[in-house]
Antibody
């Protein structure tokens, strides 16, 4: 049974940094593309970033490019998202998810999601 | 980037009725790479439909998807009380992945 559990969400001040983690079970993160999607209060879902199964391909949404780094830890079977220079616009629930497919397949179907972790940016 | 527009934003129905949610794309969706998700607040979103019309594993047959090109539909044939939550469509044929703005199904 695939399970994704996010952690690391917190109340932080503008300009600070935060690292989110996603612990995976029932799957090996090295075998799949993995992604982060966020949802701001009262808004829809917004894709943030993905990393390939080989770890060599990383892509970021234009809205976060330059401030966000996606990575994974094979030993811990986990995914991480480092967010720097946080602003109020980054306030959202951040979801970790598994992707079926990838660049070679030409599609990126999100088939399993975590329950999310809340990041609140406020002074 | 493909923009997805869902309608209606909110749909008010009763248990046992039929729900129809529309998702319109700003350009043709490659290979019908269109998915539907159900999202209950505080829970992980759940994949319902992929490839515009293929039900995911374990999804009841009262959920069905249809459409091609730029116009897609999610139909819930006989609403159960647990179906009154949020629904999103998503284009997954390339990055950036894009989502519709969501449809709230309420009693």
């Amino acid at each position: 049974q695939v399970q994704l559990v996010e952690s690391g969400g917190a109340l932080v001040k503008p300009g600070e940094s935060l690292r989110l983690s996603c612990a995976a079970s029932g799957l090996t993160v090295n075998d799949y593309y993995m992604t982060w999607v966020r949802q701001a209060p009262g808004k829809g879902l917004e894709w943030v970033s993905y990393i390939s199964n080989g770890g060599t391909i990383k892509r970021y949404a234009d809205s976060v490019k330059g401030r966000i780094t996606i990575s994974r830890d094979s030993a811990k079977n986990s995914l991480s998202l480092q967010i720097d220079s946080l602003t109020a616009e980054d306030t959202a629930v951040y979801y970790c998810a598994r992707v079926r497919g990838g660049v070679l397949s030409g599609y990126f179907l999100i088939d399993y999601w975590g329950q999310g972790t809340l990041v609140t940016v406020s002074s | 980037e493909i923009v997805l527009t869902q309608s209606p934003g909110t749909l008010s129905l009763s248990p046992g009725e039929r729900a129809t949610i529309s998702c319109r794309a700003s350009q043709s969706v490659t290979s019908n790479y269109l998915a539907w998700y159900q999202h209950k607040p505080g829970q992980a979103p759940r994949l319902l439909i992929s490839g515009a019309s293929s039900r995911a594993t374990g999804i009841p047959d009262r959920f069905s998807g249809s459409g091609s090109g730029t116009d897609f539909t999610l139909t819930i044939s006989r609403l159960e009380p647990e179906d009154f939550v949020l629904y999103y469509c998503q284009h997954y044929g390339g990055s950036p992945f894009t989502f519709g703005q969501g449809t709230k199904l309420e009693i």
